[in-house]
């Protein structure tokens, strides 16, 4: 029997992330993937620096000259693998063990059905969210809104302790295993998202053709979550609302989105008064929207 790590690829997309990238790449077993690919997206800082000094075996930098976003970094890197059966995509702030990839691969070679594999994801704190529930409006709202409202609305993502292996609605992006071909048959990420929601729209394109994403609860990978957008003052949160609104608008439609735009207009202002939501944040979430 071979290597099972000889037919993936990994492509991780950086921006300003020379914080993490370095950690993320020496826990791959590069020398026996079928190559990685680090796609970064204009950083400002020395990501690319770092990673060409370390001097890896079988790892590619493919230098953007533009912030492309998330989805579209993940076609760039697809395009530049080398041939593979499966392919992961890993943030540049996650850490995916040689144990982790197996048990991802090995669940997808199992299970003809299942298009996406991911881990349970683990912060410095415990366990993360790893899957959840695919977008509503009111779940989307619940996000945005103040206690006591957000406690009315329900929860999209499961419970950070959820383990069981099987398929769930949608999940979290930090480390996903994919049939490559299953990918390409969905024409890969779509590239309205700019950040966020990828892995949703994802999911349903290929639940539209009979294929499932699930999470392998025997695999474990630590993340630090939002390591990127640490940088923005903002934590990235307009990038959030425009994703949200391509997603409603195409799963869902006008009404979706114009019950979205209202409902997060009420939140922010309801924050904004209560002194929870800064004045120069709210105009930039307006303007978002």
Same mark, same amino acid.
């Given at each position: 029997? =071979? ?6 690829a ?10 993490t990238?370095?950690?993320?790449l020496?826990?791959l ?7 990685t ?17 370390l001097?890896?075996?079988r ?5 953007? $000259?533009?912030?492309?976003?998330f ?6 890197g697809?395009?530049? @693998?080398?041939p593979?059966?499966?392919? @992961?995509?890993l943030?540049?702030?996650?850490v ?6 197996v048990? *991802?691969?090995?669940? *997808? ?13 683990? $912060? ?11 977008p509503t ?8 809104m103040p ?18 292996t099987?398929?769930?609605?949608t999940?979290? =992006?930090?480390?996903m ?5 299953a990918?390409?048959?969905v024409g $890969?990420?779509?590239?309205r998202?700019f950040l ?9 394109? *290929? ?5 499932t994403?699930?999470?392998?609860? @025997? ?15 903002l ?5 959030h609302v425009?994703? @949200? ?5 195409a799963?869902? $439609?006008a ?16 924050r904004?008064?209560a =002194? ?9 979430l307006l303007?978002a *929207?």
């Amino acid at each position: 029997m =071979g290597d099972p790590l000889a037919d993936l690829a990994v492509v991780t997309v950086t921006y300003r992330s020379a914080t993490t990238i370095e950690a993320a790449l020496q826990a791959l077993p590069t020398e026996r993937l079928a190559g990685t690919v680090v796609v970064d997206n204009a950083s400002d800082d020395d990501t690319v620096a770092r990673v060409r000094a370390l001097a890896l075996p079988r790892v590619q930098v493919i230098e953007h $000259g533009r912030n492309a976003g998330f989805g579209a970094g993940n076609n760039i890197g697809v395009a530049h @693998a080398p041939p593979s059966r499966w392919i @992961a995509f890993l943030n540049p702030d996650a850490v995916a063990s040689t144990g982790d990839l197996v048990a *991802l691969v090995d669940h *997808l070679a199992a299970t003809p059905r299942a298009a996406v594999a991911v881990p349970r994801l683990v $912060g410095a704190d415990g366990p993360l969210s790893s899957a959840g529930r695919l977008p509503t409006v009111p779940g989307l709202l619940r996000h945005e809104m103040p206690e006591p409202i957000r406690r009315l609305l329900p929860e999209r993502r499961l419970p950070p302790t959820y383990a069981r292996t099987g398929p769930v609605e949608t999940v979290e =992006g930090a480390c996903m295993v994919v049939d490559r071909q299953a990918l390409a048959d969905v024409g $890969g990420f779509d590239e309205r998202y700019f950040l966020f929601f990828e892995e949703s729209d994802l999911a349903r394109r *290929l639940a539209e053709r009979g294929r499932t994403v699930e999470l392998v609860a @025997a695999a474990e990978v630590r993340h630090a979550v939002g390591a990127s957008r640490a940088h923005d003052e903002l934590g990235a949160r307009p990038h959030h609302v425009r994703s @949200a609104i391509a997603y409603l608008d195409a799963w869902h $439609g006008a009404r979706a989105v114009a019950t979205y735009r209202l409902g997060v207009r009420v939140a922010w202002w309801l924050r904004w008064r209560a =002194g929870r939501l800064p004045d120069a944040h709210r105009r930039a979430l307006l303007e978002a *929207l």
